[in-house]
Each structure stands twice: as structure tokens, then as C-alpha cells.
Antibody
Framework: EVQLVESGGGLVKPGGSLRLSCAAS????????MNWVRQAPGKGLEWVSS????????YYTDSVKGRFSISRDNAKNSVYLQMNSLRAEDTGVYHC?????????????WGQGTLLTVSS | SYVLTQPPSVSVAPGQTARITCGGS??????VHWYQQKPGQAPVLVVY???DRPSGIPERFSGSNSGNTATLTISRVGAGDEADYYC???????????FGTGTKVTVL
């Protein structure tokens, strides 16, 4: 059974930093693109960042470029999201998501998410 | 950036068919994927590559994509289908992913 378990969420003041972690199991982690997708309270889904299987390709949505950094450790089956200069609009549930097995065009498995609240 | 437009809500009687549209410029030339999200739960992939179903997803869920509109069709709708539904595509040139605005399906 595929499991994606996020951790590291919490309450942070504007301008602060936080690191999210995601532990994966039940599939060959090292061959899949991994992603972070967020959802603000009462809003829709927003893709945040993706990292290819060997970390060669990394992408970010425009609103987090220069502030967020995605990384992975294939030996630990884990993916991370370092978030700096946090803003109120970054508040939401952050889901760790595995990409499709070929081409990474869609999001195959989702974690339950971890809640980030940015507020003073 | 590319925009995918969905109707905010769709209402359907039990046993009837719900159709959820996803509009975008020449979307028919791209692969579209659909997710179901029930309250308090993580999204679940229900259709990928326009019309394929992951294992475990009922045949009642089907998809099509042509021109400027992709459509998710749910046949024989039941109370368990009440959820938010999102379309999604991947822009291979930029490497970026786009979600639709989301549609809330209500079973009357």
C-alpha cells in the first residue's frame, strides 16, 4: 500500500521559515517525480513544486520562486519543502504527491497533508 | 499562464448523469486528468489521460476531451459522489502543472 506521510506543519509568523517533510513507502520512490500541492482554506488545489526522480529537474509555481526550495533523499524515501519568507497567503494544507509513473503528467497518490498557518 | 475553467457547481438527481466541464484554449491537444476530493480528505485520481481510469475507480466515471473542453461524466450518480472535482493538465514546455477552478457536485 502506498503511503505518503507529511510532517512539519504549524503556526509561523510572517517572514518566518519552516521545513516540511514527506516520508514515502509502498512504491519505488527513486523512480517517481514528487510534488507538493497546497490548498488554502476553502479554496482550490494549487501545485507548488515538483522534483524529478534524480533531482535533475525542479520547478516552482511563480508565487513561491525564490522563497521555497524542494529537495529529496532517495536513500530515505523522503521529499522536503523548505519554505522561507512566509506570507499569509501561503497558509493552507500542503500535500505530498507522487507523480505518474511515466511522464509525471498527473498526480497518482496523495498524502493527507500537513497544515501551515502563517499569522502574527 | 494557462487557465482551466470549471463551473462552480453542478447539481444532479440520484441515478442521473453529472457532466463536469473543464475549459481551456485548445485543451483537446493536451492530456487532462481529474480528481475527486471529499470533505476533509485528500484528492483521489479518478480519470487520467483524458479517459483512462485507475484501478478501483468505477466504470461510472468516464472522461472525454476535444476542442476547447474536457468533460468528466459520472453516470448513475449516488450520494457517495458528492465531492469537489478538479481537472488538471501539465504543460510540458514549462514543466508547470495547472488545476482547474474546481466544481462542487451536489446530489439532490
Amino acid at each position: 500500500e502506498v503511503q505518503l506521510v507529511e510532517s512539519g506543519g504549524g503556526l509561523v509568523k510572517p517572514g518566518g521559515s519552516l521545513r516540511l517533510s514527506c516520508a514515502a513507502s509502498g512504491f519505488t520512490f527513486s523512480t517517481h517525480t514528487m510534488n507538493w500541492v497546497r490548498q488554502a482554506p476553502g479554496k482550490g488545489l494549487e501545485w507548488v513544486s515538483s522534483i524529478s526522480a534524480s533531482s535533475t529537474y525542479i520547478y516552482y509555481t511563480d508565487s513561491v520562486k525564490g522563497r521555497f526550495s524542494i529537495s529529496r533523499d532517495n536513500a530515505k524515501n523522503s521529499v522536503y519543502l523548505q519554505m522561507n519568507s512566509l506570507r499569509a497567503e501561503d497558509t493552507g494544507v500542503y500535500h505530498c504527491v507522487s507523480g505518474s509513473p511515466i511522464g509525471a503528467e498527473y498526480f497518482q497518490h496523495w498524502g493527507q497533508g500537513t497544515l501551515l498557518t502563517v499569522s502574527s | 499562464s494557462y487557465v482551466l475553467t470549471q463551473p462552480p457547481s453542478v447539481s444532479v438527481a440520484p441515478g442521473q448523469t453529472a457532466r463536469i466541464t473543464c475549459g481551456g484554449s485548445s485543451i483537446g491537444s493536451k492530456s487532462v486528468h481529474w480528481y475527486q476530493q471529499k470533505p476533509g480528505q485528500a484528492p483521489v485520481l479518478v480519470v487520467y489521460d483524458d479517459s483512462d481510469r485507475p484501478s478501483g475507480i468505477p466504470e461510472r466515471f468516464s472522461g472525454s476531451n476535444s476542442g476547447n473542453t474536457a468533460t468528466l461524466t459520472i453516470s448513475r450518480v449516488g450520494a457517495g459522489d458528492e465531492a469537489d472535482y478538479y481537472c488538471q493538465m501539465w504543460d510540458s514546455y514549462s514543466g508547470l502543472y495547472v488545476f482547474g477552478t474546481g466544481t462542487k457536485v451536489t446530489v439532490l
